[in-house]
């Protein structure tokens, strides 16, 4: 018998004797550490933020009075026509913020990508700016907004803009940093200028994944639309907000009933959108 198919367990080894078992790889004072400092982060975070599963168990008979008052839903003509009038609303905020921050957001990920930025402080500045746009939360600028503005789905589809423009630009920008280099340096040694490069080398190669990531963040925009209508950016989100301040709560579920209809339907026709494009 070799001596790999020994050390293998195999076999036994010559004279009868049992494989020595496999030895274990002692725990390293860093991975202690690190499961340490895990194990501390939880236990911080779970008494930060109260926790506590006997309080939600105590609290059985709150929610059962409210699902009693909330079921069945409210389905009569004038609240399901209002309620279809506002998804539609929430559907206008989600398109134009997501269509309408395309432009910034594609000059902010050309600027912040390596691949078309060779110049050093122009790529900290654009990655900065888009850093801002996506650490404010779409909610934050939806409050901005509403005071700028007032009330209405106007405040929500500037929130979404400024906010999707940073997530988008950083999206769009490190898809770009991804791509096969070879056109680009090629183009560059013939002298062509950064915009040829970017429009001829560097675009064409990533359109399909512009076109994906746009599609994946107009489906999550519609989403937000909900959250910046409980703010008064408009849309289904004020009048699911105005169910609840008024106690009203079958009409609060006839409207989150529409919304799922509306997140399912945009969900479908992106998917079948993304696999069209990647037949």
Do not use: C
Request: hydrophobic share 55%.
């Amino acid at each position: 018998m070799s001596r790999a198919a020994t050390s293998a367990g195999a076999g036994p080894l010559p004279g009868g004797a049992a494989p020595a078992p496999p030895r274990r790889r002692p725990v390293s004072a860093a991975t202690a550490a690190v499961a340490v400092l895990v194990v501390a982060a939880h236990v911080l975070a779970w008494r930060g933020t109260e926790f506590s599963p006997v309080a939600l168990l105590q609290g059985w008979r709150g929610m059962a009075d409210f699902l009693e008052q909330a079921l069945p839903p409210d389905l009569s003509a004038g609240v399901l026509l209002t309620g279809a009038r506002a998804a539609l609303v929430t559907l206008a905020i989600g398109l134009l913020g997501t269509t309408l921050s395309v432009p910034s957001a594609l000059v902010l990920a050309l600027l912040a990508a390596r691949t078309t930025t060779p110049n050093r402080w122009a790529y900290q500045a654009a990655r900065s700016v888009l850093s801002f746009l996506r650490a404010v939360p779409d909610v934050v600028f939806a409050l901005v907004f509403v005071t700028a503005v007032g009330l209405g789905p106007f405040a929500g589809v500037l929130a979404l803009i400024f906010h999707n423009t940073g997530v988008m630009g950083k999206l769009w920008a490190e898809a770009m940093e991804e791509i096969d280099l070879g056109p680009r340096d090629a183009l560059r040694v013939s002298g062509a200028s950064g915009t040829q490069v970017a429009a001829h080398a560097v675009l064409p190669s990533v359109v399909p994944q512009f076109v994906g990531l746009l599609l994946y963040r107009f489906d999550v925009n519609v989403r937000s639309s909900l959250v910046l209508g409980l703010v008064g950016a408009g849309g289904i989100g004020f009048l699911v907000n105005q169910s609840i301040k008024l106690f009203r709560f079958g009409e609060m579920v006839t409207h989150l009933m529409l919304v799922m209809v509306l997140v399912v339907a945009v969900d479908q026709l992106s998917a079948h959108v993304r696999r069209r494009i990647g037949a």
